[in-house]
């Protein structure tokens, strides 16, 4: 097992920046890819950022894709998002996964925190 924990949540202006975090319990958490998925009411959870379990690769959603950036510290048991130049559309609660795949579906991950809601107003 792999407890997951989110946190750095919040509310932000349009433009403004925040930096979720992810702390890693349990098994091994240098043996997993990580990745970051979101979901805003009315919609399904979708896909945001993953990283692989060295850190060496990392792959984006187009939607994010140059304001999101995705990091991991495999000593720190911890994987982070750092979000700049937010806008009203990124508002979603956001949760961090674990799996042992190289996916973005949310389906093939194993473990998932409990989410931290980030809201950006405009």
């Known amino acids: 097992q792999v407890q997951l924990v989110e946190s750095g949540g919040g509310l932000v202006q349009a433009g403004g920046s925040l930096r979720l975090s992810c702390a890693a319990s349990?098994?091994?958490?240098?043996?997993?890819?990580m990745g970051w998925f979101r979901q805003a009411p009315g919609k399904e959870r979708e896909f945001v950022a993953r990283?692989?379990?060295?850190?060496?690769?990392?792959y984006y959603a187009d939607s994010v894709k140059g304001r999101f950036t995705i990091s991991r510290d495999n000593a720190k048991n911890t994987v982070y998002l750092q979000m700049n130049s937010l806008k009203p559309e990124d508002t979603a609660v956001y949760y961090c996964?674990?799996?042992?795949?190289?996916?973005?579906?949310?389906?093939?991950?194993?473990?998932w925190g409990q989410g931290t809601q980030v809201t950006v107003s405009s």
């Open positions: 990283i692989a379990w060295s850190g060496s690769a990392t």
């Open positions: 349990g098994r091994t958490f240098s043996n997993y890819a």
């Open positions: 996964a674990a799996g042992t795949g190289w996916t973005y579906r949310a389906s093939e991950y194993d473990y």
